[in-house]
């Protein structure tokens, strides 16, 4: 590793001033220039592409543990201490989640239960399904996006964008996810207490289909957590480090993330590293 380094930095300063300072002689070091390399460094790097790879092709998202899921899948055989080692010598470090900005709800009408009462998890899909929106900065001004995920799978399987922030955005969401799914029976739609959500038309909507409300409590965000997670993980894994110039190009790109990557691709730890669409696949469920 020492030397490694010299040979990345000795172009910045001497030789000599580098070797003096890790305590290596400059003999070792030219000896270890012409040295061919040891099979282990040669699977070492042949590795270190693969890991590559798999972290671009994830935005530069995915941690040791989803990159090392991504080789098994190839059948590569590797353990996850030699990815971490891999991935922190090359600097491969995925976003750091962050905050997002606290919402305003506006009046609030119906208020029903917390029936879901975090019980993240279902035997089948179109059981449990949660629901929420956040906002994404553009030049153009806020735009606002909803979602509805099955908890079974953690699928997206409802959504919709608009610049503004009204009851029609949650219940275009619900559609999609009604549409998509086949007006499921015995459904249970959590959500939090926000004016969109407890509204005539969203309130209407759920019972002409037959669908359960539950809500969380006030100012809870862990009874949604769920929800909050897969927010978290839209704005650190694509938001974040971007500046959208139009509400356009920031729905292209949440679509994108959500059709193209999320649902198919990324892969979860509460579905043993599989992507919804590949869990649902393996439920015989697709």
């Known amino acids: 590793m020492k030397f490694g380094f010299i040979a990345k930095h000795r ?21 270890w220039l012409v040295r061919a390399p040891s ?3 040669r699977s ?19 941690g040791a543990r989803r990159v090392w ?15 971490e080692r891999l ?12 905050r997002g900005l606290p919402k305003d709800h506006g009046e609030r009408s119906v208020i ?15 059981q449990k399904w949660v629901a929420d929106f956040t906002y994404i900065w553009t030049a153009e001004g806020w735009l606002y996006a909803a979602a509805v ?17 009204t ?63 897969f927010f978290s993980s839209l704005k650190t894994e694509r938001i974040a480090r971007k500046t959208y110039r139009t509400r356009n190009q920031a729905r292209q790109d949440v679509f994108d993330y959500i059709e193209r990557f999320y649902n198919p691709t990324r892969r979860h730890s509460t579905l043993g590293y599989l992507s919804p669409m590949d869990f649902e696949r393996q439920a015989h469920v697709a």
């Open 11 to 31: 172009g910045i300063w001497p030789v000599s001033w580098i070797c003096e300072a890790l305590d290596v002689s400059r003999s070792g070091f030219h000896a």
């Open 39 to 41: 099979a282990r460094s």
């Open 44 to 62: 070492d790097e042949a590795y270190a592409r693969k890991i590559r790879a798999s972290f671009l092709s994830s935005y530069r998202t995915y």
């Open 69 to 83: 899921h991504d080789l098994l899948a190839e059948g590569l055989s590797c353990g996850l201490h030699r990815v």
């Open 87 to 98: 991935m922190r010598v090359h600097g491969l470090m995925a976003r750091p989640r962050r």
């Open 112 to 126: 029903a239960g917390n029936v879901l009462d975090r019980q993240f998890s279902a035997d089948a899909p179109n």
């Open 149 to 165: 995920i099955d908890l079974f799978s953690r699928r997206v399987v409802g959504w919709s964008m608009s610049d503004t922030m």
């Open 167 to 229: 009851a029609q955005l949650v219940t275009d969401a619900l559609v999609m996810a009604i549409w998509r799914r086949g007006k499921p029976d015995a459904l249970l739609h959590h959500s939090d207490q926000g004016s969109q959500y407890t509204s005539e038309q969203f309130q209407r909507l759920m019972a002409d289909n037959g669908v359960t409300c539950s809500m969380s409590r006030s100012g809870n965000v862990w009874d949604n957590a769920a929800m909050e997670s």
